[in-house]
Nanobody, 122 residues
Framework: QVQLVESGGGLVQAGGSLRLSCAAS????????MGWLRQAPGKEREFVAV????????SYADSVKGRFTISRDNAENTVYLQMKSLKPEDTAVYYC???????????????WGQGTQVTVSS
């Protein structure tokens, strides 16, 4: 069982940048597909990005493609989400999660962290 702790959220102006981190416990981390998802107030949780266990494959939601980058450091059991050119519509609670397979569907992610709030002001 992997346990996840997100950090790095905060308040930023539109056009700014943030880097989120997700520290994972558990020996299976390097074999685990990892993803970032987000949930805005009143909306369903949505997929943001996914990375394979080796880090060799990544995929992004169209809404963040070209602005966000997912990466991982298996030696540190950490996955990151670098966010640039942030927009007010990126405001949400961001979660990292373990993927049961390489997928862009929220339903395929389990073992969620507690989330970190990202607020982008206009």
């Amino acid at each position: 069982q992997v346990q996840l702790v997100e950090s790095g959220g905060g308040l930023v102006q539109a056009g700014g940048s943030l880097r989120l981190s997700c520290a994972a416990s558990g020996r299976a981390f390097s074999r685990s597909v990892m993803g970032w998802l987000r949930q805005a107030p009143g909306k369903e949780r949505e997929f943001v990005a996914v990375i394979s266990g080796s880090g060799g494959m990544t995929s992004y939601a169209d809404s963040v493609k070209g602005r966000f980058t997912i990466s991982r450091d298996n030696a540190e059991n950490t996955v990151y989400l670098q966010m640039k050119s942030l927009k007010p519509e990126d405001t949400a609670v961001y979660y990292c999660a373990v993927g049961v397979l390489y997928s862009m569907r929220p339903i395929d992610f389990v073992s969620w962290g507690q989330g970190t709030q990202v607020t982008v002001s206009s």
